[in-house]
């Protein structure tokens, strides 16, 4: 069975301050996926990353950096610099699936973590 | 290009009534998915349309829900009779067809219809 767990339930900082969000998962596949999204107050959820179980490069977009380690599970979601419209809950999501096939696996998310920056 | 749209934002009934989401994909897309977030918890799998087949329905929680997807277009949620549990945000997401590599798995979500049940 799979598992995501976000055992950060709310965040506080101010602006500029960095931030990392935990996120460990648990699955029996060795091929899944690891997503975040960003929900804003608007509602709807946005497409942050997807990294694959076989590629543990870091990744870093911006402010945005994240940390994939398979040795502990995890997927970390680090904010550079944050800024007040980084206010929003975040999920932390896994998909199992095959490579070759494609996707079209439903994803099992965490409770999320929400982000409050304040000036 | 639009996004997912769902339909009503907002719907509040009275339990033992009926009520029916929508939801339209993005246009293209042969897979579709259905989720539910009760409050303060995970957003949970409900089921997954590949066109108008039900590929996967393992999270539906009691036959008091029905998905259809006529068409292999839109799809509808509907509960019947709605209880108290039923409250929460449900959310749709499309993603394309398994050999869209372009946009390999990912799932777009729309903005969720957020269900009162007094």
């Known amino acids: 069975a799979q598992k995501v767990t976000q055992a950060q339930t709310e965040i506080s900082v101010v602006e500029k301050e960095d931030v990392t969000l935990d996120c460990v998962y648990e699955?029996?596949?060795?091929?899944?996926?690891l997503f975040w999204y960003k929900q804003p107050p608007s509602g709807e959820l946005v497409f942050l990353i997807r990294?694959?179980?076989?590629?543990?490069q870091n990744e870093i977009s911006g402010r945005y950096s994240w940390n994939f380690q398979k040795s502990t599970s995890s997927f970390n979601f680090t904010i550079t610099a944050s800024q007040v419209v980084d206010s929003a809950v975040y999920f932390c999501?896994?998909?199992?699936?095959?490579?070759?096939?494609?996707?079209?696996?439903?994803?099992?998310f965490g409770t999320g973590t929400q982000l409050k920056v304040e000036l | 290009e639009a996004g997912v749209t769902q339909f009503p934002s907002h719907s509040v009934i009275e339990k033992g009534q009926t009520v029916t989401l929508r939801c339209d994909p993005i246009?293209?897309?042969?897979?579709l998915y259905w989720y539910r977030r009760v409050m303060g918890k995970e957003i949970k799998f409900l089921l997954h349309?590949?066109?108008?087949?039900?590929?996967?329905e393992s999270g539906m929680p009691n036959n008091r829900f029905l998905a259809e997807r006529t068409g292999g277009t839109y799809s509808t949620l509907k509960v019947q009779p709605a209880e108290l549990e039923d409250s929460g945000v449900y959310f749709c997401?499309?993603?394309?067809?398994?050999?869209?590599?372009?946009?390999?798995?990912?799932?777009?979500f729309g903005p969720g219809t957020r269900l009162t049940v007094l």
């Open positions: 997401a499309s993603s394309q067809d398994r050999l869209g590599r372009r946009n390999f798995n990912e799932q777009f």
């Open positions: 699955t029996r596949d060795t091929t899944y996926y």
């Open positions: 990294r694959n179980s076989f590629d543990e």
């Open positions: 999501a896994l998909s199992e699936g095959d490579i070759l096939t494609g996707g079209g696996n439903k994803l099992t």
């Open positions: 246009s293209g897309h042969d897979n």
């Open positions: 349309f590949v066109k108008e087949s039900k590929q996967d």
